[in-house]
């Protein structure tokens, strides 16, 4: 049977800050979602959060970007956010960028990950969502998945995933990808993903038969919007086993809490941290990231499951080394590396400060020609 798994997401508002979805807005989600059923536009769905971000799995038949299933999504947050909005929730209808759908939500501001495939016999499959972080930040864990023989041995191991695999990487800021193979192209591979900011990991494919193995959300809100506008807080849909990387190889590709880009104000780097559904919620400085995961099996279309991936002290130690990581960086304060390069400040407050110092800038040789007429006068009244 042919498939499409759509995960799409939005911050409609949240409690008590960018802190956590309120159960009334996910409510509100759900009607729309389960008369969407009703009505055969999707197979089946199911609706949770991570942190501030509102999480809408679907299951159906009509491919990617298919306006109903689009439309069913956006009218979803529309109803969450106009719940949010009437309990007074902080920031209300916040990735909402526009108020007219136009044919999907592509550039409205959701973030989109979809798959169209043919299920395997048994079709496991994990769901990664993170909130206070952007869609580089699942470059690294991709690459250690699916290229990476220390983290799954099933590359050396299993003859199936022994061709390796092939990433689309997409370049954000040109709006171009290209498709590189692992292992022949991993050092051209990892020059450009080494710049998660900039290059992003779309699409992951098996060498052998080009089977899609996972893919990524890759909008930017602050490139879609010209501006700081939260923190895109990607998803990723990754397939499992049986020539594919098992469960507990996906998972181990997070057992290292890497620093991300987002945390307070989207604009520090700070260690991705997998949690529990439980704990999935943004506190210390507004984070840090944090990464739920949700495992299914997708049986007709039928979402079977979830589990909760990372509820398992087997996490607890990478949490722990997360926790002494977000210490030690926060210990930089406002500065560089915890506070994002300059680059990444452009659409926040930086290009502002500037404009507003720029007349108190001084050329340095101004500033000398300057301290050398009042040496020289001082010179000439001694000589007096
Ligand atoms: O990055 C953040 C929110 O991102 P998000 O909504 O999760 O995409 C937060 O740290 C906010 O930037 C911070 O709480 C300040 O929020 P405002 O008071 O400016 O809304
Ligand atoms: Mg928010
Ligand atoms: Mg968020
Ligand atoms: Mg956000």
Known sequence: MRTTISVIKADIGSLAGHHIVHPDTMAAANKVLAAAKEQGIIIDYYITHVGDDLQLIMTHTRGELDTKVHETAWNAFKEAAKVAKDLGLYAAGQDLLSDSFSGNVRGLGP?????????????????????????????????????????????????????????????????????????????????????????????????????????????????????????????????????????????????????VPGWMRGSHYGPLMPVSQRDAKATRFDGPPRLLGLGFNVKNGKLVGPTDLFDDPAFDETRRLANIVADYMRRHGPFMPHRLEPTEMEYTTLPLILEKLKNRFKKESDVYKAKESVYAKEEAQGHD
């Open 111 to 259: 973030g989109v990950a979809e798959m169209d495939i043919e299920e395997r016999t048994s079709e496991p499959i994990a769901i990664f969502m993170a909130d206070k972080t952007e869609p580089g930040a699942y470059n690294l864990p991709l690459y250690k998945m699916f290229a990476d023989p220390f983290n799954t041995p099933g590359l050396v191991i299993d003859p199936t995933m022994h061709g390796g695999f092939k990433f689309e990487v997409l370049d954000v800021y040109e709006g171009e990808a290209v498709m590189l193979s692992a292992p022949q192209e991993i050092y051209d591979l990892l020059a450009l993903i080494g710049t998660p900011a900039r290059y992003v990991i779309r699409r992951v494919y098996r060498n052998e038969d080009n089977l899609l193995a996972a893919v990524v959300s890759i909008e930017r809100l602050n490139l879609i919007a010209g501006k700081y506008v939260g923190k895109d807080d990607p998803v990723m849909i990754v397939r499992l086993q049986h020539g594919l990387p098992a469960l507990g190889e996906a998972l181990e590709a997070f057992a290292f809490p890497h620093l």
